[in-house]
């Protein structure tokens, strides 16, 4: 089955430096990424997603690249504030609704 | 708003002990997740359902099973905990094919 590796598991930055993360995918046939955000003791939330069609989507301050040759993809965040401090996870999607996460990366922002 | 509810955010039972963890969303939606977050390995699906009494194993279903007898409730059932089911266990909905998942608060299930 799909698996999706995540690095670095965890990252520190300082305020207003940018933030990278990657993930790589086993399987060609997903064609579904998104990105959810986990703050400290609350839920997984979506932040953004891109779909195999597209290489590259932005949202103010984040972005998702993709390359599907190479299998991998990559959470930008620029311009890092405190509040972006929490665990992302990567995701792929392989089926028509099922995801595989990657394990996570926390992300620490010093004022 | 989308929400999504669980019955209960702590949990503490024995071994051996038959488990209900409960899931309600208010958005109709199609798909019903059940995953455990463990430090270091991320979200494991367990089970999923795309339809009421519909269900699919995910990577992880070895000593669960799960319930959908109406659209909003999906429930997860450990049918004799053991200590390696500690974790904690996030429910999500989302409707059909690549919408969002929104997950509930979790449940963090102590098995002793």
Redesign the interface.
């Known amino acids: 089955?799909e698996n999706v590796e995540?690095h670095p598991?965890t990252l520190s930055v300082q305020e207003g430096d940018s933030a990278v993360i990657k993930c790589t995918y086993s399987d060609s046939a997903s064609n579904?990424f998104?990105w959810y955000k986990q703050e400290l003791g609350?839920?997984?939330?979506?932040i953004i997603?891109i779909?195999s069609n597209v290489g590259e989507k932005k949202d103010q301050r984040i972005a998702v690249t993709l390359n599907k040759t190479a299998k991998h993809f990559s959470l930008h965040i620029t311009e890092t504030q405190p509040e972006d401090s929490a665990v992302y996870?990567c995701?792929a999607?392989i089926s028509?609704?099922?995801?595989?996460?990657?394990?996570?990366t926390r992300l620490l922002v010093s004022p | 708003d989308v929400k999504v509810t669980q019955s209960s955010r702590y949990l503490v039972k024995r071994t051996g002990e038959k488990v209900f963890l409960e899931c309600v969303q208010d958005m109709d939606h199609e798909?019903m997740f059940w995953?455990r977050q463990d430090p270091?390995?991320?979200?494991?699906?367990i089970y999923?359902s795309?339809d009421v009494k519909m269900k699919?194993k995910?990577?992880i279903p070895e000593g669960y099973s799960v319930s959908r007898e109406k659209k909003e409730r999906f429930s997860l059932i450990l049918e004799s905990a053991s200590t390696n089911q500690t974790s904690m266990y996030?429910c999500a909905s989302?409707r059909?094919?690549?919408y969002?998942?929104y997950?509930?608060?979790?449940t963090r299930l102590t098995v002793t």
């Open positions: 089955g995540q598991s579904y998104p609350k839920r997984p939330q979506l997603d779909r996870f995701a999607s028509f609704q099922k995801l595989v996460f990657g394990t996570g | 798909n995953y270091g390995l991320g979200l494991r699906l999923f795309y699919e995910g990577d996030l989302s059909q094919v690549y969002e998942q997950f509930g608060p979790g």
